[in-house]
């Protein structure tokens, strides 16, 4: 195994180029009337966006976190449901997940919510309040919950067993030896696949576009149907992504490396 990469000590041109280009693009924006309507029509996307990808993101490592335990667990019922969750979810691309929640399961919940509302005396809903938006973040969710349970079921798999029994000897209960011995140890294996699939969900949300959530890509193409400015249009549709995705990748491999100075 490789401590450390030589890539680590590269200068890095590509960053170099990438801020070349996007100081070009940003520079079109500033001075040429077409880029700035665009750019000013995307503002509001920008924060959907970003949203989106958070709150999904947070949920899913909460729910992910969740199977991989259950993964682990002594249980046979629920190794087994949660390989059979894993497996089921990996298997389905996300934008037919995404389809699948937004008109089928989110219909079911609200007719299934109506049922117990009737028995108890309170105001049924329709379909149409259950807004477009939870059901991308919903089908986001269950997505990448999937992906990032076998990250975290691997990171717990790779520390050591005698690290375990240690703490065990020293009297430390099953929630203390999780939270104290193995989820630090386990979090700096897996805090490099996490943040390659945090860049990947801002990538990922924009299919929330196919519901008519007004994130980026969808503004970008209602903007380009209105303009006919094509290039232009798609152009800061990329630069936004490529801004907040470059930032982000900058800044998770800053902090891999404070982890691994720890």
Excluded: H
């Amino acid at each position: 195994m490789i401590p450390t990469s030589p890539n680590d000590k590269d200068f890095p041109w590509w960053l170099v180029a990438v801020i070349a280009i996007g100081l070009y693009l940003f520079w079109q924006v500033l001075t040429v009337e077409t880029y700035a309507r665009v750019l000013s029509t995307l503002q509001r996307g920008i924060w959907v966006t970003i949203y989106v990808t958070l709150v999904s993101y947070t949920m899913a490592c909460v729910l992910g976190l969740l199977l991989a335990l259950a993964a682990l667990s002594r249980s046979l019922v629920l190794r087994q449901l949660a390989r059979f969750y894993i497996e089921i979810v990996r298997g389905i691309p996300i934008i037919v997940l995404l389809l699948y929640v937004a008109f089928v399961a989110a219909p079911a919940m609200v007719a299934g919510w109506n049922w117990i509302a009737e028995t108890i005396g309170l105001e049924p809903v329709r379909t149409r309040d259950f807004s477009l938006l939870w059901r991308a973040v919903i089908a986001l969710t269950i997505a990448y919950s999937s992906f990032l349970a076998e990250v975290f079921r691997a990171g717990l798999q790779s520390v050591d067993e005698g690290q375990i029994e240690a703490a065990e000897a020293l009297g430390l209960n099953r929630w203390q030896r999780f939270r104290f011995i193995v989820f630090p140890q386990a979090l700096r294996t897996i805090l490099p696949p996490l943040g390659n699939d945090f860049v990947a969900m801002v990538k990922d949300s924009s299919l929330v576009s196919v519901l008519g959530v007004t994130d980026v890509t969808q503004l970008g193409k209602v903007t380009a149907a209105g303009n006919f400015r094509y290039f232009e249009t798609y152009n800061v549709v990329a630069l936004v992504y490529l801004t907040i995705t470059i930032t982000l990748s900058i800044a998770l491999r800053r902090f891999e490396k404070r982890m691994r100075m720890r």
